[in-house]
């Protein structure tokens, strides 16, 4: 199986400022079809998941432009350019290359 | 409306079985891949079970293999999951989710219905 591993486990942001959550994959997640198999979802306190972005970097319609993903092969970035109130929450990296799909264990993002 | 709407859990003993339904509204149910993910209580997310928008196939977690089946209904906008031979790290909340085909992309959760398994 594919282990994914998100660092940090945990993010205290200021409102207004940056946050980044990095991911890495055990396997490359690039296809030989081209694309990057990997997604970010998050998970609101008492909702289920929602996306985020998809084929690393690509947000899903409504998602504000403060988040932007980057990243190939193994090693991979969320970024949220000025963080706000309601971006607290549970953030998963997930693969889809291989199955089983896998998730990252979730890093938390706090506000301070 | 579109949404999916997830029912069946419940608290059981170990051992037993128990069937998840999820009904979708409001889109073409028949033409997505359809996944079931769980999370247990206070952990992350897990990736179950997948199949396809014409129930031609069928993928599976390694923790479920052999003891969980998924299936679908599309005149009834329905995904199942059987799940038999419960264990105690079986208790999670149970999500459907739609899949954008071809993707990772699961852009609409249901819910999620709660499964208990404890003696």
């Known amino acids: 199986d594919i282990v994914m591993t998100q660092t940090p486990f945990s993010l205290s942001v200021t409102p207004g400022q940056p946050a980044s959550i990095s991911c890495k994959s055990s396997?490359?997640?690039?296809?030989?079809?081209?694309?990057?198999?990997l997604y970010w979802y998050l998970q609101k306190p008492g909702q289920p998941p929602q996306l985020l972005i998809y084929e690393v970097s690509n947000r899903f319609s409504g998602v504000p432009d403060r988040f932007s993903g980057s990243g190939a092969g193994t090693e991979f970035t969320l970024k949220i350019s000025r963080v706000e109130a309601e971006d607290v929450g549970l953030y998963y990296c997930?693969?889809?290359?291989?199955?089983?799909?896998?998730f990252g264990q979730g890093t938390k993002v706090e506000i301070k | 409306q579109v949404q999916l709407v997830e029912s069946g859990g419940g608290v059981v003993q170990p051992g037993t079985s128990l069937r998840l339904s999820c009904v979708a509204s409001?889109?073409?149910?028949?033409?997505?891949?359809m996944h079931w993910v769980r999370q247990a209580p206070g952990k992350g997310l897990e990736w179950v079970a997948v199949i396809w928008y014409d129930g031609s196939h069928e993928k599976y977690g390694n923790s479920v293999k052999g003891r969980f089946t998924i299936s679908r209904d599309n005149s009834k906008n329905t995904l199942l999951l059987q799940m038999n031979s419960l264990r105690a790290e079986d208790t999670a909340v149970y999500y459907c989710?739609?899949?954008?085909?071809?993707?990772?992309?699961?852009?609409?959760w249901g819910q999620g219905t709660m499964v208990t398994v404890s003696s």
């Open positions: 997930m693969q889809s290359i291989q199955v089983p799909w896998t």
């Open positions: 409001g889109f073409m149910f028949g033409s997505f891949g």
């Open positions: 989710a739609r899949v954008i085909s071809g993707t990772g992309s699961f852009d609409m």
């Open positions: 396997q490359s997640l690039l296809h030989s079809d081209g694309q990057t198999y």
